[in-house]
């Protein structure tokens, strides 16, 4: 993924959001306020903090129309994180997470591999995982989880697993689990399997394709540059 | 019976509480920031707990189909603790957040000099964020501290339709009544207030401007007591829309007044159910309205 494609995307997307001065709806998405905010954050980057806290009241929380995957809060917060000076941004990402509600900090870990702050976001993740919350959890398992070393990756993925998040919502999954993930899942099976537990379909499902003997050539392997 | 429960302390409540809340009717809360029982030493505490109520509750009730938000403040007993007082310093972040419905709560404890100081700055947070506040009246001396409380509201220049005075008994209420502030009541087992005792004073002062919480925290006290209260207000011959009116459209006009709230479409103030619309907004804001 190019990051600066995919902020134009998202900036499109979210432009595209009906006008929300519509007289039968609340404002979906206040256009000059964004506008404002965006300038402001760039001239006075000691202003994001109040700014990036109203996003979800100004710009609404829906999906939005044209990339789905996207909320018109977690949309904003990514731009107005994107708008500050360059030198401002690991810090900015830092407090913006550490200060934030859930929501804030959801937006920050979906901003991180759409920013140039290279591993400076990887403590944040591991924050993310740690917690139960799901939201933060399947947010932390997105493009930047490629920066999470292989024994923390395979425990974050277990996790979701344990707290019902659908693996859908791991990045690269396939190309990244490898026999150790299938070791652990099936103990998770065998504990699910005494218990007379379901175990989650698509726990199942990964569990059934790591255990068939990979061909040579077969592009499912786990990617080289996690191995390291 | 749809309720709102204004003031309840879920910190200190089981996830299983949540779930008896749930199968009861309780849709929305609001869960006020205050005192653990033990007291902390150092305001880098309140920033873990002010973070659970805008972070981990939230997501807690949420497993249960329940609206949670918070108030936010320096409760008076530690605002005489001089490690707590950077607290003060934290606030304007967390009064900037989604779900803070109001600053609280505030007020007296012991009426100390350091208690009128922090009740008058927080007051005063509340008129800069434009956001209501949640009056807690003290245990001890109860009459001259909700006079007290009052004259310190009407100081502040706030609204007194924007403040709830909490904690209210037979004799606190006519004081409270005649300034214009909201009344709120907490109905526990033993103590503060009980459904019968409450029932008597919706039927003498009627169901206006009062609000009915469980108050339910770490103490001898139960979250179901709001539905208690309905039940009883129900077997004395009020009918079910004053009980609607008391559980729930009171607290959600109260608390509405933040433009913060957020409820289901078919739960906001007076609309019926079922008219939701498509394409509002996912956690339907039915109380839209800027910062």
Redesign the interface.
């Known amino acids: 993924m190019e990051p600066e494609p995919e902020l134009e995307r998202l900036r499109a997307a979210l432009l595209a959001v009906?006008d929300g001065r519509l007289p039968?709806?609340?404002?979906?998405l206040?256009r000059d306020?964004l506008a404002e905010a965006l300038r402001r954050v760039g001239a006075e980057p000691a202003a994001l903090?109040?700014l990036f806290?109203?996003a979800?009241?100004?710009c609404?929380?829906?999906?939005l129309p044209d990339l789905p995957d996207w909320?018109?809060d977690d949309a904003a917060r990514v731009l107005l994180l994107a708008a500050l000076p360059p030198t401002e941004l690991p810090g900015q990402v830092e407090a913006r997470y550490r200060?934030g509600?859930?929501?804030e900090?959801r937006a920050v870990l979906r901003a991180l591999p759409l920013l140039p702050v290279g591993d400076a976001g990887v403590p944040l993740l591991h924050d993310a995982i740690r917690?139960?919350?799901?939201?933060l959890v399947s947010a932390a398992l997105g493009p930047y989880s490629t920066r999470l070393d292989q024994a923390a990756w395979r425990q974050a993925v277990l996790k979701c697993v344990f707290t019902g998040i659908p693996l859908a919502a791991v990045h690269r999954l396939h190309d990244r689990a490898d026999a150790e993930l299938a070791t652990m899942l099936a103990g998770f099976a065998d504990e699910r399997r005494a218990a007379g537990r379901d175990m989650p379909a698509d726990a199942t499902a990964l569990l059934a394709r790591l255990s068939v003997p990979h061909r040579s050539g077969t592009p499912t392997g786990p990617g080289a540059e996690e191995e390291a | 019976m749809r309720i709102f429960d204004p003031h309840i302390h879920m910190t200190s409540r089981t996830t299983d509480d949540y779930e008896r809340m749930a199968a009861a009717g309780v849709r929305a809360l609001v869960e006020p920031a205050f005192w653990l029982g033990q007291p902390r030493t150092s305001a880098a505490s309140f920033v873990d707990y002010f973070?659970s109520l805008?972070?981990?509750e939230?997501?807690r009730a949420g497993q249960f189909g329940i609206r949670h938000h918070a108030t936010i403040a320096l409760n008076p007993k530690e605002a005489n603790d001089p490690r707590c007082r950077e607290v003060l310093d934290l606030l304007p972040?967390y009064l900037?957040?989604?779900?803070v419905v109001a600053v609280g709560e505030v007020g007296y404890d012991s009426m100390t000099p350091e208690e009128d100081e922090v009740f008058a700055a927080q007051l005063a947070l509340a008129v800069a964020h434009e956001l209501p506040a949640l009056v807690h009246t003290p245990h001890r001396d109860k009459a001259r501290g909700t006079e007290r409380s009052l004259a310190v509201v009407a100081e502040s220049g706030l609204d007194p339709g924007r403040v709830v005075i909490d904690h209210l008994n037979e004799v606190t209420v006519p004081l409270v009544r005649d300034s214009g502030c909201w009344l709120g009541f907490s109905i526990y087992p033993e103590t503060k207030m009980s459904p019968p005792r409450m029932v008597e004073l919706l039927r003498t002062y009627g169901t206006e401007r009062m609000l009915v919480n469980s108050a339910a925290d770490w103490g001898r006290s139960d979250p179901l007591l709001t539905r208690a209260t309905g039940e009883a207000m129900l077997a004395a011959g009020f009918d079910a829309d004053d009980v609607d009116r008391v559980l729930w459209r009171n607290p959600v006009e109260f608390y509405g007044q933040s433009?913060?709230l957020e409820l289901a479409d078919d739960e906001s103030a007076g609309e019926p159910a079922g008219e939701a619309?498509p394409?509002?907004?996912?956690?339907n804001?039915i109380l839209?309205?800027?910062?």
């Open positions: 009906p039968d709806r609340d404002w979906l206040d306020w903090g109040r806290a109203a979800g009241r100004r609404g929380r829906t999906p909320t018109a200060e509600d859930a929501a900090r917690t139960n919350d799901t939201r | 973070d805008v972070g981990w939230p997501f972040r900037d957040k989604d779900g433009g913060r619309t394409g509002t907004f996912e956690g804001s839209r309205g800027g910062s």
